[in-house]
Structures are given as C-alpha cells and as structure tokens.
C-alpha cells in the first residue's frame, strides 16, 4: 500500500500542492462496484450486466438499523451514567439529554 503520509501522519508528502491524494483511497470503492456489475467487452462496445440480489440489499438495512439502535443505546447508558459524575460538565450533559428525552 502507499503511503501518502509522512512523520507519523502529521504531514503529507507534497505539502505545496493544494490537493493530496492517494490513488489507494479508490480501492474500495472500486471493488464495489467491480462486485456489483459483470462486463461484456465487444468491438461495438462495453456492456454492464448488474448484479443487485434484493435480500442482501433488505439484511444489510435491518443491520444498519440494529447498529443505529445500538449505538444509541450505548450512547445512553453513557449519558446517564454521568449523573453520577463529579465533574459538573458531565452532570449538565446528563440533565440535558434527560430533558430532551421528554
């Protein structure tokens, strides 16, 4: 993998170019879509065959669903226990999110 970044990410490796980019960051996104389409190349030209099952499409929106759920669950459990913090930022921040709850 390439590097774009120097002394421990603090810098990157042209810092008077106005854009740095690593062409790595393009991996994924790539494979995605490599994943998601099949191509025909002809003469006449290139042709995209998708491949889109609608089920994983439905599992993958209740598992971003759960994960919402639980990450505001926890953002919760964490909120409240800071009632019973002793710094008073923290107990603002709890009786904040408890009127809000309202």
């Given amino acids: 993998m390439d590097n774009p970044l120097t002394k421990f990410g603090s810098d990157v490796y042209q810092p008077s170019q106005p854009i740095n980019l690593c062409y790595d ?3 994924p996104a790539a494979a995605l879509v490599r994943g998601l389409f099949e191509y025909l190349h002809r003469a006449d030209g290139l042709t995209f065959i998708p491949h889109i099952p609608p089920a994983p499409c439905t599992a993958a929106d209740q598992q971003y669903l759960d994960t919402a759920l639980r990450l505001c669950d926890g953002w ?7 009632a019973a913090s002793d710094d008073d930022r923290r107990k603002r921040v709890c009786q904040l999110w408890e009127q809000a709850a309202r």
Avoid: E, L, P
């Avoid at 919760?76 to 800071?82: E, I, L, R, W």
């Fill in 25 to 27: 960051t393009f991996a």
């Fill in 76 to 82: 919760d459990t964490v909120v409240k226990s800071y």
